[in-house]
Each structure stands twice: as structure tokens, then as C-alpha cells.
């Protein structure tokens, strides 16, 4: 086997650490015929299996419980209810009895089930699918041995990486995250929602491995270098030594960098970039604020939905929001209204969708159920009584989703009004730049918002439809696009000649030669992962903004990405050296 596997960078870092393996799939179920005389040991075997699923069950649950709150909790009472259904348990039992392993059985009665229900026309029944899927690899998993099918494997105190195809939202909440020191996955891209996950959370990952997940066992010592893109597996010596050499060496950097964070990031031609914090997650917010961020820029609501049957009420809603505006102490802080449809999907309950990014997602969504809609406005009215909330609506392409929005925000505030609760009706409302459409009529929107934000991932998606999410298309997502480059101007334009406020918070401002092109473009503010803040500050400190607008200009005039990306390197490189391209 190749010792390095080399997959895509999602979150920089390096790990060394041994591999936790997570299948979470069906397994194969091998055909085992039972002898007359093994029969009822094997409905005992099925019993005891049942049980320790439903003790599993319960860990989870109580898990799920501790940070979502006992409703989101509650679906795992569904899968430990399914567990003593009487026809299944009758049908399993008669199976085993008519000479059938027992996990050949039970994976016989639960692709029945899964069949069915998924033909269903009641939409609970069809939602219940998923839960049906999980309780079978569960309790297959038990029956059958097998300890990298269950996340709830992963003992908490040990530092693992884990290695798995992908990192659905179901199982990202079973996982014990403080013990995982970092993530790699086959599939995923770089702005795909594990990717962004692990980078709000600090983790070094690699995604779009391919086949990691077929050529690993589990146990194996690896290096994840997460800038590089690379497992390193079984290392030699040599390779440990300097791989500790580099982690030691990073450490001592951000030890460097985190000094930067009382400073502003003012260029060496006087030019100030101010510098904002994504925070997706609201349990991240209080080491965002301490990265040196000035606000925060992007703030990612799906990641309260995100792997939950339901949507989080407005009372928990207000509390998550509070947080992070508290956090960041009357600075500004940016939250965008739930952006679910696309690759970032709750559990069930979704329609299926041929092309989802070009799908029911964000404020389409949003806009078609009002009252849904409506309980997150009221809860950031409220959550703004407490600092400096603006409001983000995500994937515009017309004025009249700005304006239907409006409408919607004076209802909220007036049944709040109402119910003497607390709250603002003057909240600044900003789009989200992502659509080639919003770019092009930035000029009718202006008039509308108070800001723009420039959302690069989307916007090189739609641009060059080039699935952001897609590994075979990986180095065709080209953020240097002249394309690209040329929509963003347009942008800044508009925004200097109607005096709205322009910023970036896609993955373009987060990495050191795409920061610098932004700024050549005329951005001013820059909203990253907490962990590039006191990165990019440092490269703005070791910058001249007028060389970078030379070079951006040449840049708009070629015809392919990598010529323009070539031109803003060697500028870039004239400047700092290849240092300043370090992440
Ligand atoms: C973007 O599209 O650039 C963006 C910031 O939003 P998301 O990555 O959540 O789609
Ligand atoms: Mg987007």
C-alpha cells in the first residue's frame, strides 16, 4: 500500500495519532446457518444483543441530551421503542427458529421494514427511515462484533483520528469530539460542511481521500497534515522526528501570532483591513473572540439543525445567538438566517432532490414557511437587545426575497411587541453575495441592505458550476477564476458607489494568496476561521494594498485561473516571501 494517502486540505494542523476506523454503514452479513440444538442460545444471543443496543441507545440519548436538550434526545426513544416492536421481535425469533443466524435475521426484518417505510405516504413514517438504518447497524454491529460501526466505540480521554467516508450530521452529534484530535474523510471537498465544521472547531482534517476508509484497518499510527492534504500512515522514524519538528514549530508560531491579537491589521501603506471571526458553532464563540477578531462576520445558524429531527425552538434559538453577541461585546456580529438545504441537511424530514445546490435550500425555504421562518427572526430580535446584530440572509438572487424578508421582520417584532418581550426593529440587514445573480444585480440590492457579504464558495460554485462538494472536480474550483475575480469587483463597486459595506466570509479570505487577492479587489473587511485571524492579520501587517491592486488589475485582464493566480503569487511572494503564503 502507498504510505501517504493524499486527499484534500480541509482544516490545517498536523495530528500524529492512531487511526479510529468508523464504518457507519450496513456491514455484510454473512449467511450462517443454525444448527436444531444452537437454536435457542441464538435467541438468547438476539436478547442479549438488544439489550447492550438498548444500553448503547441510552448513552447516546444521554449524550444528545446534555447539548441538545431532552426533544432532540427523544429520537433515540424512537430507535429503542422499534427495538421491542412485537412483530419484529415474533418475526426474528421464528426466523432464528427456522434455522437463521440471528444477524441475518434481524438485517432480513429491517430491510423489510426499511423497504416499506420508505414507500410510506405518511412523511413521519418515511422521516422514520433513518432511524430504522441507524438501530440496524447498531445492533449489527453488536451481533456480529464488529467495534468500528458504533462512533460510541470511541472511549472519551483517547486522542484518535478518525477516519470515516463521510461525517453525516446523524453522526456528528453521537461523537465524543474532545476525543478527536483530528478528522479524515473519503469523500468531501474543502468547502464541504465537514470541512467547515472541523476548521470552526479547530481540528486539522483532510476530506476527498477516496478509498481511505477500504485501505486503513484501524490502528494504524498516521500523520495528518492538514494543510498538506496528506495521511502519512505508518511513518518511519525519520518522518516522526520531522513531523514533530514541524508540529513544535507551528505551535511556537501561533504562540507568535496570538500576540498579534490586540493589534489592528493595518497594511504597510496605512491601509486598514478589519478582520472578523466565522463562528458556526455558538460553543466556539468565546475563543473566537479571544483570536483577535473584531466581530464576527459569518456566523452559520444550520449548525444548530445540523444532525436534529427538529428545528431548535426560539427560546434555545435566542439563547445560542446571546451567546456569541455576548461574547463578542457590542462588536458586530453578523448571523445568517438558516442556510439548510444543499450539502447541509438536518435528519430526515428533507426532500429528496436531484440537484440540491441548485435546490430548495436557504431562503427559499425560509420564505415558503413563514412561521418557521419567523421563529428565528424573533429570536435575533431579541438576541440583539444584548450587542451589535446584523442580520445575514443567505443565497439571494432577487430584490423581492430582501423585501418579503422585511415584511416578515416587522410581524416578528410586532407579535413580540405584542408580548412585551424585549427586542430591536432596527437590526441591519445585509445579503449574502453567492449567486452570480446577486453579483450582477448587486445594484438593486444595495439600495435594500445595509451590507454585503461576499459568500466565495458559492459563488465559485455557481460561476463555474463546479459542485463544490465534488472530489473529481476538486481542481477545476478555481477561486482565481478571472471570472470570479471580476464578479467580486463588480461587488466592491457597487458598495463604494451606494455606500454599503463589502465583505468576504467564503474560504477565499481565509487562506493567505487568495486574502491578499481579495484585498487587491478592494475588500476591507475579511471574515475567517478563528484559527487564520492572527494568520492573515500577520499578512496584512506585511503588506502593501496598492501592490496588491496592481497586480489584481493585471490579474482581471487574463483569461484562466492559473495565470492569474501565478501573477498575485509572484507579487505576493515579492513582498513577503514564500513565508507569507504559510497558513
Ligand atoms: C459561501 O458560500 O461562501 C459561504 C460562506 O456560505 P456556506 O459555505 O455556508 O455556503
Ligand atoms: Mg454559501
Given at each position: 500500500m502507498e504510505r501517504t494517502l493524499t486527499g484534500i486540505s480541509a482544516s490545517p494542523g498536523i495530528a500524529i495519532g492512531s487511526v479510529r476506523l468508523l464504518l457507519w454503514e450496513v456491514p455484510d452479513v454473512p449467511h450462517a446457518i443454525i444448527p436444531d440444538d444452537a437454536v435457542d442460545a441464538e435467541i438468547a444471543?438476539?436478547?442479549?444483543?438488544?439489550?447492550?443496543?438498548?444500553?448503547?441507545?441510552?448513552?447516546?440519548?444521554?449524550?444528545?441530551?446534555?447539548?441538545?436538550?431532552?426533544?432532540?434526545?427523544?429520537?433515540?426513544?424512537?430507535?429503542?421503542?422499534?427495538?421491542?416492536?412485537?412483530?419484529?421481535?415474533?418475526?426474528?425469533?421464528?426466523?432464528?427458529?427456522?434455522?437463521?443466524?440471528?444477524?441475518?435475521?434481524?438485517?432480513?426484518?429491517?430491510?423489510?421494514?426499511?423497504?416499506?417505510?420508505?414507500?410510506?405516504?405518511?412523511?413521519?413514517?418515511?422521516?422514520?427511515?433513518?432511524?430504522?438504518?441507524?438501530?440496524?447497524?447498531?445492533?449489527?454491529?453488536?451481533?456480529?462484533?464488529?467495534q468500528d460501526h458504533d462512533p460510541l466505540d470511541i472511549p472519551s480521554g483517547q486522542r484518535v483520528i478518525l477516519v470515516s467516508h463521510d461525517l453525516t450530521p446523524s453522526l456528528t452529534v453521537q461523537l465524543e469530539r474532545s476525543s478527536i484530535t483530528a478528522i479524515a474523510t473519503d469523500v468531501g471537498t474543502r468547502t464541504s460542511h465537514v470541512a467547515i465544521l472541523a476548521r470552526s472547531l479547530g481540528i486539522p482534517a483532510v476530506v476527498g481521500l477516496r478509498d481511505a476508509t477500504e485501505r486503513l484497518r484501524g490502528g494504524e499510527l498516521v500523520i495528518l497534515d492538514g494543510s498538506a492534504g496528506t495521511l502519512n500512515v505508518n511513518p518511519t522514524d525519520e518522518e516522526l522526528a520531522l513531523y514533530r519538528d514541524r508540529e513544535r514549530l507551528e505551535a511556537e508560531r501561533a504562540v507568535d501570532l496570538a500576540q498579534l491579537a490586540?493589534?489592528?491589521?493595518?497594511?504597510?501603506?496605512?491601509?486598514?483591513?478589519?478582520?472578523?471571526?466565522?463562528?458556526?458553532?455558538?460553543?466556539?464563540?468565546?475563543?473566537?473572540?479571544?483570536?483577535?477578531?473584531?466581530?464576527?462576520?459569518?456566523?452559520?445558524?444550520?449548525?444548530?439543525?445540523?444532525?436534529?429531527?427538529?428545528?431548535?425552538?426560539?427560546e434555545e434559538q435566542y439563547r445560542a445567538y446571546r451567546r456569541v453577541v455576548e461574547a463578542f461585546a457590542g462588536q458586530p456580529v453578523m448571523i445568517r438566517t438558516f442556510d439548510i438545504g444543499g450539502d447541509k441537511l438536518p435528519v430526515g424530514g428533507f426532500p429528496q432532490e436531484a440537484?440540491?445546490?441548485?435546490?430548495?435550500?436557504?431562503?427559499?425555504?425560509?420564505?415558503?414557511?413563514?412561521?418557521?421562518?419567523?421563529?428565528?427572526?424573533?429570536?435575533?430580535?431579541?438576541?440583539?437587545?444584548?450587542?451589535?446584530?446584523?442580520?445575514?440572509?443567505?443565497?439571494?438572487?432577487?430584490?423581492s426575497e430582501v423585501s418579503d424578508t422585511v415584511a416578515l421582520l416587522s410581524e416578528s417584532a410586532a407579535e413580540l411587541e405584542a408580548i412585551g418581550v424585549p427586542h430591536r426593529d432596527d437590526v441591519p440587514l445585509g445579503v449574502m453575495v453567492e449567486t452570480p445573480a446577486a453579483a450582477v444585480i448587486a445594484d438593486r440590492l444595495a439600495p435594500?441592505?445595509?451590507?454585503?457579504?461576499?459568500?466565495?464558495?458559492?459563488?465559485?460554485?455557481?460561476?463555474?458550476a463546479v459542485d463544490r462538494g465534488n472530489v473529481n472536480l476538486a481542481s477545476r474550483f478555481t477561486p482565481m477564476h478571472p471570472s470570479v475575480l471580476r464578479l467580486i469587483r463588480r461587488v466592491v463597486e457597487v458598495g463604494i458607489s451606494h455606500g454599503v459595506e463589502v465583505a468576504v466570509c467564503g474560504e477565499m479570505a481565509s487562506h493567505p494568496l487568495t486574502a491578499y487577492t481579495l484585498v487587491g479587489l478592494g475588500i476591507r473587511e475579511l471574515s475567517v476561521a478563528p484559527r487564520s485571524v492572527p494568520v492573515i492579520k500577520s499578512l496584512i501587517l506585511g503588506i502593501c494594498v496598492s501592490r496588491a491592486e496592481a497586480a489584481v488589475r493585471q490579474a482581471l485582464e487574463v483569461d484562466t485561473a492559473a495565470e492569474a493566480e501565478e501573477i498575485l503569487r509572484a507579487s505576493l511572494i515579492a513582498e513577503v516571501g514564500d513565508a507569507g503564503l504559510l497558513e
Open positions: 444471543r438476539f436478547h442479549a444483543a438488544r439489550a447492550e443496543a438498548r444500553q448503547r441507545l441510552d448513552q447516546v440519548r444521554r449524550r444528545v441530551e446534555e447539548r441538545a436538550g431532552a426533544t432532540e434526545a427523544a429520537i433515540f426513544e424512537v430507535q429503542q421503542m422499534l427495538l421491542d416492536d412485537p412483530t419484529m421481535l415474533e418475526e426474528v425469533e421464528s426466523l432464528i427458529r427456522h434455522n437463521v443466524g440471528a444477524a441475518q435475521a434481524f438485517h432480513q426484518h429491517m430491510a423489510d421494514w426499511r423497504q416499506r417505510y420508505s414507500r410510506a405516504t405518511d412523511s413521519y413514517l418515511r422521516e422514520r427511515v433513518g432511524d430504522i438504518l441507524d438501530l440496524e447497524i447498531r445492533m449489527l454491529s453488536v451481533l456480529l462484533g464488529l490586540t493589534a489592528d491589521a493595518v497594511s504597510t501603506d496605512g491601509v486598514e483591513v478589519v478582520l472578523l471571526a466565522n463562528v458556526d458553532v455558538p460553543e466556539e464563540a468565546e475563543r473566537a473572540a479571544r483570536s483577535g477578531a473584531r466581530g464576527v462576520g459569518l456566523m452559520r445558524t444550520e449548525f444548530l439543525v445540523l444532525g436534529r429531527a427538529q428545528m431548535p425552538d426560539e440537484n440540491p445546490f441548485l435546490g430548495w435550500r436557504a431562503i427559499r425555504m425560509c420564505l415558503d414557511q413563514p412561521e418557521l421562518f419567523k421563529v428565528q427572526l424573533r429570536a435575533l430580535i431579541r438576541a440583539a437587545v444584548h450587542g451589535n446584530v446584523k442580520i445575514l440572509l443567505p443565497l439571494i438572487v432577487s430584490p435594500l441592505v445595509s451590507f454585503f457579504s461576499v459568500g466565495t464558495n458559492d459563488l465559485v460554485q455557481y460561476t463555474l
